[in-house]
């Protein structure tokens, strides 16, 4: 933990980027050492309306806040790795 993530508050974010090319964990780097399909998740959710502008997605499905939550860091990176 540490090199990857977001920090602040789940209510200020305007666009929370991913990258998911549906490969491998990388068991060195990812927290979980399990893949999440992302897409499924944020996507291809039937618990979402993406189209409700009113209620954040993490409201919608409790399991996007915990995906999020599991990203943040308590203060951002003092250093970046090449």
Known sequence: KGMQGWTGKIENIVIYHFL???GAAHNETELT???VNLYDIFYSNPKLDLENLVVPLWHQDPSIE?????A???EAPSFVRP
């Open 20 to 22: 998911d090319g549906t």
């Open 33 to 35: 050492e399990k893949y």
């Open 66 to 70: 915990s995906q999020m939550l599991s």
């Open 72 to 74: 943040r860091l308590d």
